[in-house]
């Protein structure tokens, strides 16, 4: 009988705390609208890579060795693209040691689907079809953004980083992937005469 009224007391005080506001708690707001660039081409890789150059650019002061490419579509092409910005602005790309390194990385961020009931969609002007809500626009399935961040490495430091987030043009996402990992192969089945 004791326990049963102890464990009742509990629940009643949990029950209670649980419904109370906690004081001082964050409350969630959105971020002011934000303008963000949608990936289109690799013309546009291109721009990417001149923006990066441009926002490094102080931080190099000796010759340069850019990283390995990932093993992408976009990492392939971009480290060409990244070069070659380089030594447009004048910056000496070697692969000698001692030269600064520059490293990039590229991450792609897909965004589930969100609060798509009824609500009018629209055509932007780069072809990306969004749903709007007290005139914002909502983010359809299948859309991703890419976090790109290039930085300049000294002896293990990091002398200087810029990261820019890009939405991907629809169906453009493959470009961003890995390739598949090869299956292990199959082990042989054994032959079983009878």
Known sequence: MRRTFLLGSAAALLSACAGAPVPNAPVPVPFERDESKVI????HWQQMARMATKAIHPALDRSV???????TQF???????????L??????VSDRPGSD??????QRVRH????MHATPVEQLDTGLWVRR???RPILPQGVSELVLTVSVMRGGETRTSVSEVFYV???????YELPPRPRPPRPPFPVVYR
Do not use: I, Y
């Not at 289109?40 to 013309?43: T, V």
């Not at 030594?87 to 000496?92: F, N, P």
């Not at 390194?101 to 590229?106: G, K």
């Not at 043009?169 to 470009?175: K, Y």
């Open 65 to 71: 060795d850019v990283q390995a490419a990932p093993d």
């Open 87 to 92: 030594t447009e602005a004048g910056v000496r």
């Open 133 to 135: 809500r007290d005139g």
């Open 169 to 175: 043009a629809g169906g453009d996402e493959w470009l």
């Open 75 to 85: 990492g392939r092409a971009f480290h060409g693209l990244l070069v070659s910005a």
């Open 40 to 43: 289109a081409s690799a013309d």
């Open 101 to 106: 390194r520059v490293v990039f990385s590229a």
């Open 112 to 115: 589930p689907l969100r609060n």
